[in-house]
C-alpha cells in the first residue's frame, strides 16, 4: 500500500486538484486531512471554499454521468458532493439510490441513516434506507422502515411496492398480492409494478389483473423500450393459462425492447477473461496465507443454472447464513483489475492477493450476523473464481453445471436486474455469454482444481439425498436430512425463484422449453453454432 502522504503533500495535492477543476480528489485529499489533522486550519479553510466551489460542479457532472448511464462514475462525484453537504436531501438521495443499483446496500444504508436525524419521516429516504436493508437481508428491520413511510403516506406506490417485494422474498405470496394491488390503485400504468404484481399472481382466464394487463398494452400501443417490464408479465400470466402463441409474441417483444436498452456487447465481457487468463497463466498465484473464523461459500454457475436451490439446501445447516446475490466478489476483482491495467506491468502481486483478501472480508463483514458460514450465490462469480481462491484460502466455491436449452430458455423468459445480466434478452448473446462461461471454467479448473465442487443440476433432482450427502462431504459439513427439504429455509429470496424454491424439489423444470421448441429454434441454433448442444 502507498505509504500516507504528510499535511503539506496532502495540500499541495488538494490546491491543485481545485485549480485543475478535480473536484473529487481535491475533495478527497483534505478528507484526509480533516481525519489525520484535525486541527489543520487550512484544510478547514479549504473544506469550506470547496462547498462553494465544487458543490454545484459535482452535482452537474453527477446528473449529466447518470443521464448517460454511468453510475460508477456518478457515484463518485455523489459521495464527493455529499461528504460536503451531508444533510441535503436530493444529493444524498441520489447517492444512496445509485449505491443501491450498483449493489452496494451496506453503503446506501449508512447514507439513509446520515440523511433520517435530518429528514425524519421523509419517504424516499425511509424506502432507501428499507430497500437497503431489504437487500442486506435484514426484513424485519426493513418492514419497520417502511410502515413508517406507510404511516406517513398509506397510498404511496413506491412504499407499497417495496412492501410487496419484501413479503414476496419471504414467500408470503397473498401480502405480496395485497401491497402490489394497492400499489396499482395509486399507479395504474405503471409498468414495473404490473410486473411485481405479475410474479407474485397465478392466473386463471378470467384474472382481473391480466384483463388490466392487455387494456394498459392496448392503451400503449406500440410502446417505448422501457414498456419491457408489461411485455414479460404479460408473457407470464399468458403461459400459465396455456395461450402460448399470444405468450411468445409478448416475449419477443418484451426482449427486443429490453435488449435495446441493455447495450449487450460481448467484447466488454471477454475483457475481463482475456486479461485473468494472462494473470494467472503467466504466474504462480501464491494464496493469502492466513486464514480467518468466516469460512464463505460460493455457489456458482450460470444465472438459472439452480443456483437458490442449492443455496436453499446449504441453509438447512445449522450455522449457516444464506445472503443471496452479493456484489462484494465482482466489486472487490474489478476494482483490482482497475489498479493493474494503470500498471505498466500487467501481473498480480502478492500485496494485490492481501488486500483483495482484505476488501472481500470486510465486505462480507458488513452482511454477517455471526454464523461462520457464509453463503454467497452470486451465479457471475465464476468469473472471478481464480481470485476468490486466492485470497480466501477458507473459502468453498460450488460450480453448478446444467444442461444448456432449459437455463437458455430459463434466461430468455424472464425479466432481470442488474448490469451483469444484459445478455439475457437476445438468442445470440445468451450462446456467446454461455460459451464464455465454459472457457472460464476451463481456466479455473486448470488453475484451483479441487478447490472447486462441481454439482451437476439434472443428478441433483434425480438423487438428491445421494448427491446432498456428497456434496456434504466435499465441504466438510455434517449432513442431515434436513438437506431434502430446502423449501422449508426460512431466509427471504430477492431472485426470480422466490416462488420456485418455496415448494419442495420438482423434476420437471428441464422439459419446460419444450411448449415453445418450435418458437425456439432461433435460440437452439445459436446454441449450437457455438457447440453448446
Not at 450498483?102 to 434506507?129: D, F, I, T, W, Y
Request: net charge neutral; with cysteine; hydrophobic share 45%.
Amino acid at each position: 500500500m502507498p505509504k500516507p502522504m504528510n499535511a503539506d503533500l496532502l495540500l499541495r495535492s488538494a490546491k491543485k486538484a481545485v485549480k485543475d477543476q478535480d473536484w473529487v480528489t481535491a475533495i478527497d485529499a483534505v478528507q484526509q486531512m480533516r481525519q489525520r489533522f484535525p486541527a489543520n486550519k487550512k484544510a478547514k479553510a479549504l473544506w469550506e471554499d470547496l462547498r462553494t466551489s465544487g458543490l454545484p460542479a459535482l452535482v452537474g457532472q453527477a446528473q449529466s454521468l447518470l443521464a448517460a448511464g454511468d453510475k460508477v462514475a456518478a457515484a463518485k462525484q455523489l459521495r464527493a458532493a455529499h461528504a460536503l453537504s451531508p444533510s441535503d436531501l436530493g444529493i444524498g438521495s441520489a447517492y444512496g439510490i445509485c449505491l443501491l443499483d450498483m449493489g452496494r446496500a451496506p453503503s446506501a444504508e449508512k447514507v439513509a441513516a446520515a440523511l433520517l436525524p435530518h429528514h425524519p419521516g421523509n419517504l424516499s429516504v425511509l424506502n432507501l434506507q428499507g430497500r437497503a436493508l431489504r437487500e442486506m437481508g435484514r426484513s424485519e428491520a426493513a418492514r419497520a422502515c417502511f410502515d413508517k413511510a406507510l404511516a406517513t403516506a398509506p397510498d404511496d406506490p413506491q412504499t407499497l411496492s417495496n412492501i410487496g417485494t419484501l413479503e414476496r422474498a419471504l414467500g408470503r405470496r397473498e401480502a405480496a398480492v395485497d401491497a402490489y394491488r394497492k400499489a396499482l390503485k395509486a399507479a395504474p400504468d405503471n409498468v414495473t409494478l404490473h410486473h411485481n404484481m405479475a410474479q407474485a399472481v397465478k392466473y386463471t382466464a378470467s384474472d382481473a389483473h391480466l384483463r388490466d394487463m392487455k387494456e394498459l398494452n392496448a392503451r400503449l400501443g406500440a410502446g417505448k423500450p422501457d414498456h419491457a417490464p408489461l411485455s414479460f408479465a404479460l408473457f407470464k400470466a399468458l403461459d400459465e393459462i396455456d395461450a402460448r402463441a399470444e405468450a411468445f409474441g409478448h416475449l419477443e417483444k418484451g426482449n427486443k425492447r429490453a435488449a435495446s436498452l441493455a447495450g449487450f456487447d460481448f467484447q466488454s465481457h471477454k475483457i475481463p477473461y482475456a486479461l485473468s487468463k494472462v494473470l494467472f497463466e503467466n504466474a504462480q498465484i501464491a494464496p493469502a496465507s492466513e486464514v480467518g473464523a468466516l469460512a464463505p461459500i460460493f455457489v456458482t454457475g450460470l444465472p438459472r443454472s439452480g443456483t437458490s436451490l442449492v443455496e436453499r439446501i446449504l441453509a438447512r445447516h445449522h450455522g449457516a447464513q444464506p445472503c443471496g446475490e452479493l456484489t462484494v466478489v465482482p466489486q472487490a476483482v474489478s476494482a483490482l483489475l482497475t489498479r493493474i491495467m494503470a500498471r505498466d506491468a500487467k501481473v498480480l502481486q502478492a500485496q494485490d492477493i492481501a488486500d483483495l483478501r482484505s476488501e472481500m472480508l470486510e465486505g462480507f463483514a458488513a452482511y454477517s450476523d455471526g454464523r461462520p458460514i457464509l453463503i454467497d450465490k452470486m451465479p457471475l462469480n465464476y468469473r472471478w473464481i481464480g481470485y476468490i481462491c486466492a485470497a480466501l484460502p477458507e473459502a468453498k466455491v460450488v460450480h453448478i453445471v446444467r444442461d444448456p436449452m432449459p437455463v437458455a430458455w430459463s434466461l430468455y423468459k424472464l425479466k432481470f436486474q442488474g448490469e451483469g445480466n444484459d445478455f439475457v434478452y437476445d438468442p445470440t448473446a445468451i450462446a456467446q455469454v454461455m460459451y464464455l462461461h465454459d472457457t472460464y471454467m476451463t481456466l479455473w479448473r486448470a488453475q484451483c482444481g479441487d478447490r472447486i465442487v462441481e454439482l451437476r443440476y439434472e443428478e441433483l433432482i434425480a438423487n438428491t439425498e445421494l448427491e446432498t450427502q456428497k456434496l456434504a462431504t466435499a465441504l466438510g459439513l455434517d449432513w442431515s436430512e434436513d438437506w431434502l427439504s430446502p423449501e422449508r429455509a426460512e431466509s427471504q429470496v430477492l431472485t426470480a425463484s422466490a416462488d420456485q424454491v418455496r415448494r419442495p424439489i420438482y423434476r420437471d423444470a428441464n422439459a419446460d422449453w419444450r411448449r415453445y421448441e418450435a418458437q425456439l429454434a432461433p435460440l437452439q441454433n445459436a446454441l449450437e453454432k457455438m457447440g453448446l448442444l
